[in-house]
């Protein structure tokens, strides 16, 4: 059974920067997308960043050039290192694994599980 367990959340100023781990354990398929979802109460699930199987990145628009996300598949991990941080920030983080990155926001289109983990809250303040 696949379980995504992150750490690292909290709090900082604005400006400031955290460091977001996830760690996989159980066998999760080579092939798999991962990458982190933020959820703020009462908004839609929005995709911040993934990494395919073939390690291409992508970004939210609205953290393109502040965050920077890495997997280290000897480790079976995925990190997420968010720079410059705004209050609009502010959210729960999830890490998450699906066999099609798109599945990530949306939970699922018939390709197989999608994994989340807990969730980290992070909260910005000024």
């Known amino acids: 059974q696949v379980q995504l367990q992150e750490s690292g959340g909290g709090s900082a100023q604005a400006g400031g920067s955290l460091r977001l781990s996830c760690s996989v354990s159980?066998?999760?398929?080579?092939?798999?997308?991962m990458g982190w979802i933020r959820q703020v109460p009462g908004k839609e699930r929005e995709e911040v960043a993934s990494?395919?199987?073939?390690?291409?990145?992508t970004f939210a628009d609205s953290v393109k050039g502040r965050f920077i996300v890495s997997k280290d598949t000897t480790k079976n991990a995925l990190y997420l290192q968010m720079n410059s941080l705004k209050l609009e920030d502010t959210a729960m983080y999830f890490c998450?694994?699906?066999?099609?990155?798109?599945?990530?926001?949306?939970?699922?289109?018939?390709?197989?599980?999608?994994?989340y983990g807990q969730g980290t809250q992070v909260t910005v303040s000024s």
């Open positions: 998450a694994a699906a066999f099609w990155c798109v599945d990530l926001e949306t939970g699922g289109g018939g390709a197989g599980p999608v994994y």
């Open positions: 159980g066998s999760l398929d080579n092939d798999y997308c």
């Open positions: 990494v395919d199987s073939d390690g291409a990145i």
